[in-house]
């Protein structure tokens, strides 16, 4: 996470933890929601109440990637249930609290959680554009699935961009 402003360069926000690099694990334990880094203490003793990886399901149709997600999440050992979201036809994320989340939903949290974090560190000026960096392999629909999630979260998009551009650009600047 950074923020710019003009005439200064790039500052990381630091989460609770003092570190640069946030989790994208979200979960939910009784009537608490976790993110970052605390979702991450948490998934070794509640792993099904845990949600690692989200990125394999951005965007996914069901019927299509369905199969494809199952052996993905089969492989790294993610006990979560994946429900069909009948009106869309996309993967939807069941806890065992018998709710529902589509992907977007839970990104949405992740990035209030960021928004938060950044704010803190603005020193009074609140963050109101933002970029976000994705892999490159991202589909059309993965996509989309974040500006999605960006809008659900009140949180103004003005590009989205490769993980290597946004290095790129942190070295050059």
Same mark, same amino acid.
């Given at each position: 996470i950074?923020?710019? $402003?003009s005439?200064s360069?790039?500052?990381?926000?630091l989460?609770e933890?003092s570190?640069?690099? =946030?989790?994208n /694990?979200? +979960?939910?334990r009784?009537?608490?929601?976790?993110?970052?880094?605390?979702? #991450?203490? !948490?998934v070794?003793?509640?792993?099904e109440? !845990? &949600?690692?990886? !989200?990125?394999? *399901?951005l965007g996914k149709n069901?019927? &299509?990637?369905m199969?494809?997600t199952?052996?993905?999440?089969?492989e790294?050992?993610?006990?979560?249930?994946?429900?069909?979201?009948?009106?869309? +036809? =996309?993967?939807?994320?069941?806890?065992s609290?018998s709710v529902s #989340?589509?992907?977007?939903?839970?990104?949405? !949290?992740? *990035?209030l #959680?960021?928004?938060?974090l950044a704010?803190?560190i603005s020193?009074?000026s609140p963050?109101v554009d933002?970029?976000?960096? /994705?892999?490159?392999f991202?589909?059309?629909?993965?996509r989309q699935a974040? *500006?999605?999630?960006?809008?659900i979260?009140n949180? $103004?998009?003005l590009? &989205?961009?490769h993980?290597?551009?946004? =290095?790129?650009?942190? #070295?050059g600047?």
């Amino acid at each position: 996470i950074g923020i710019a $402003k003009s005439g200064s360069p790039i500052d990381l926000v630091l989460n609770e933890q003092s570190k640069r690099k =946030t989790s994208n /694990i979200i +979960g939910f334990r009784d009537e608490d929601r976790y993110v970052g880094e605390a979702a #991450y203490t !948490m998934v070794a003793r509640f792993p099904e109440k !845990m &949600l690692r990886f !989200m990125n394999f *399901l951005l965007g996914k149709n069901y019927n &299509l990637e369905m199969n494809e997600t199952l052996t993905r999440y089969n492989e790294l050992k993610v006990p979560v249930s994946l429900v069909k979201n009948e009106e869309r +036809g =996309t993967i939807d994320v069941k806890f065992s609290n018998s709710v529902s #989340y589509s992907p977007e939903e839970l990104l949405s !949290m992740i *990035l209030l #959680y960021i928004k938060q974090l950044a704010d803190d560190i603005s020193k009074g000026s609140p963050v109101v554009d933002t970029v976000i960096s /994705i892999p490159h392999f991202f589909t059309i629909s993965q996509r989309q699935a974040i *500006l999605d999630a960006a809008s659900i979260a009140n949180v $103004k998009v003005l590009a &989205l961009i490769h993980d290597h551009a946004a =290095t790129a650009l942190q #070295y050059g600047i």
